[in-house]
C-alpha cells in the first residue's frame, strides 16, 4: 500500500513537469511561459516532496533525512511564486508585454509612477 502512494505522488509530480514543459513550449509570451512554468514546479515537487516524505517514513529513516527533504520541499514551494513575480516584474519594466491587452495590469500604475520620479 505504501509503495502504491509514494508510485501516485510521483506521477502526479512527473505530470505536473510534464505538463509545465508544455505550456513553456506552446505559450506564446514570457508572461504565461512564466506562469505554467511555476505551476508546474511548484506542484510537481509538492508531489514529489510527499512521496520522497512517505518513502522515509516507511523505511524508517533517520530525523535528519526527513527535515531535509521537508526543507528542500518547502524552499522550492515558497521561493518559485516569489522568484516568478520578479521575473515578471522585470520582464514588464523592461517592455516585453504581451500582443494582446492585459485585462488586468497592476504593474502599469506603479511603472509609470517610477517614470515620472525618475525624470
Known sequence: MIRVLVDLFLLIGAVFALAG?????RMPDI??????????ATLGTFGITVAALIFAFSRGM?????IKILLAGL???LTNPISNH???LGAYKKGD?????????DYEKEHKTEEVTKA
Open 21 to 25: 514543459t508544455v505550456g513553456i513550449i
Open 31 to 40: 508572461f504565461t511561459r512564466l506562469q505554467a512554468s511555476t505551476c508546474a
Open 62 to 66: 533517520s530525523g535528519g533525512t526527513i
Open 75 to 77: 524552499v522550492v514551494i
Open 86 to 88: 520578479a521575473m515578471l
Open 97 to 105: 508585454l504581451p500582443e494582446t491587452k492585459l485585462e488586468c495590469d
